[in-house]
């Protein structure tokens, strides 16, 4: 009919970015090459090997440090406009500071990027995607304040070494998963487990990190180096399960992501008010003489406040929140106790590899119609959204290219809705190190043999429709490859 032919020619706009993502831990390899210092998921993975799902590591990964030229040559069989990777801080400053650069780490990453630019690929650098140097773990991480300093001169050698050509710079890669995972909880590097302030220490110290560093760029380089620093959040949707529960969703929101979007994004300034209440009044009723959510100074407060020239989202999925039902035991005290939610996933939605990702319908526009509201319609882009299968279903993932069409339809909807939405990166360029799930679950539009030492790359179906949609910007829904041979326009 009609109606539906017209929707399904929507366009998107010519300059908007199509890229996809990865992250230096997770694709490099060569962990103790050419001078590369020792990171805390080297150490984690090395001390404690057991803590991963099939007791392997990112010793060499999809060895992307050999392989790179192959990765470039893939971003160009899928037509890549842009390509976001990470910066392993530990391969440029051994020790995490900034009085010893490695060369070798400097090259490779040059190397890199110019044969991107060779290729006309736009490079996304971030800063920090997990791998902290070992030596900075040792004295806190980001428990201790001075990870603000230490960051900030870690990117002035990024900006100044790789500024020239690169334009978009995100200082943090999810600072939920460092924090409350690596911090709060045990489910990332370093496995702290210090339920009752990890998570509201590394969050403090993490956004004034990520200031610091913005001012850098701002006051250093922008002037001669013309290119944009901003953060990516990871943002599901979290809504209610009936009218009732509005407010515990909107509690588990800030927890997820408004602890660390506020001080930045809103125009107050400073952690979400809803929680910053709620801790306190636990925190007070558990026998803590202050909150253990530590507040910001006045002067960090201002120092934070609009340091960002875009919001980045990672986006995968949704839940529904319900203020009674489905709520369990959490260690006490804890941020999961302090918002005590339930989490309720209807059956019908979609079920991939990972226990925490359904396709959950229009996801992607309840997210940021919500964020486009609350914070005046920053510049944003959705910097990963992926989908995963298990290593046996090899090239087959039509459910990985029904997940991206339904996305992407979500992103269309999303432009209409008037959201200042200029890119979208699929997680992920090719299979690589899912961190604590090691290599059980695939996430790549490549398959990587990793039994090969050569590590070989095939395109999966997806990647076919992917490469359609991006050439052709919009997304034909009867789409199917001719053959599973992929080449370069
Ligand atoms: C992201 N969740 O993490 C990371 O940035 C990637 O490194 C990772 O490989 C990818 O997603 C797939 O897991 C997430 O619980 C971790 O909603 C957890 C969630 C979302 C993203």
Excluded at 58 to 73: F, L, P, Q
Excluded at 85 to 92: A, D, E, G, Q, V
Excluded at 301 to 322: C, E, M, P, R
Aim: charge should be negative; hydrophobic fraction near 35%; charged fraction near 20%.
């Amino acid at each position: 009919c009609q109606a539906a032919t017209v929707k399904q020619q929507r366009k998107f706009p010519d300059d908007f970015l199509f890229g996809t993502a990865t992250a230096s831990y997770q694709i490099e390899g060569a962990w103790n090459e050419d001078g590369k210092g020792e990171n805390i998921w080297d150490y984690m993975t090395h001390n404690n090997p057991t803590v991963i799902k099939d007791e392997s590591n990112g010793d060499i990964a999809a060895d992307s440090y050999h392989n790179y030229k192959r990765d470039v040559e893939i971003m160009r069989e899928l037509s890549l406009d842009a390509y976001r990777f990470s910066l392993s801080w530990s391969r440029i400053l051994p020790t995490g500071m900034a009085n010893e650069i490695n060369p070798a780490g400097v090259e490779f990453y040059n190397n890199y990027i110019n044969e991107m630019l060779r290729y006309n690929i736009t490079p996304m650098i971030t800063l920090y995607h997990w791998d902290l140097p070992q030596k900075l773990q040792e004295l806190g991480g980001f428990a201790n304040p001075y990870i603000s300093d230490w960051f900030a001169d870690y990117a002035r050698v990024v900006y100044k070494s790789f500024g020239d050509r690169v334009k978009h710079f995100i200082t943090f890669n999810e600072p939920r998963e460092i924090c409350f995972e690596g911090y709060g909880a045990a489910t990332k590097a370093p496995i702290l487990n210090s339920t009752a302030i990890g998570t509201y220490l590394c969050a403090k110290h993490l956004v004034i990190a990520h200031a610091k560093a913005y001012y850098v760029y701002d006051k250093e380089f922008r002037e001669a180096q013309g290119g944009q620093c901003g953060i990516t959040i990871s943002v599901n949707w979290f809504g209610a399960h009936t009218p009732e529960d509005e407010y515990a969703a909107e509690l588990k929101r800030q927890a997820e992501w408004g602890i660390y979007a506020e001080p930045i994004f809103s125009s107050q300034g400073g952690f979400p008010k809803e929680l910053s209440q709620r801790i306190a009044e636990k925190s007070a009723a558990q026998g803590y003489a202050k909150s253990r959510l530590p507040e910001f100074t006045d002067e960090e407060k201002a120092l934070v406040q609009g340091a960002s020239d875009f919001f980045g989202v990672n986006h995968y999925t949704g839940y529904l929140i319900s203020a009674t039902q489905n709520r369990v035991q959490n260690p006490v005290p804890s941020l999961p106790d302090d918002v005590d939610i339930g989490v309720v996933v209807p059956d019908e939605w979609p079920k991939s590899a990972s226990t925490w990702l359904t396709l959950s319908p229009n996801s992607i526009l309840y997210a940021l119609s919500h964020l486009k509201e609350r914070y005046n319609n920053p510049i944003f882009y959705i910097t990963e959204n992926g989908w995963s299968t298990p290593p046996e279903s090899g090239l087959n993932d039509d459910m990985r290219a029904t997940y991206y069409r339904a996305a992407l339809e979500s992103v269309l909807d999303t432009l209409d809705a008037g959201v200042n939405l200029k890119g979208y990166m699929a997680w992920s360029l090719v299979d690589n190190f899912e961190w604590m799930e090691g290599y059980t679950e695939r996430f790549g539009l490549y398959n990587v043999d990793f039994e090969d030492p050569a590590r070989t790359r095939t395109p999966r179906k997806s990647a076919f429709v992917y490469k359609h949609i991006v050439n052709n910007r919009f997304i034909d829904h009867s789409y199917e490859p001719e053959s599973m041979i992929m080449t370069i326009d």
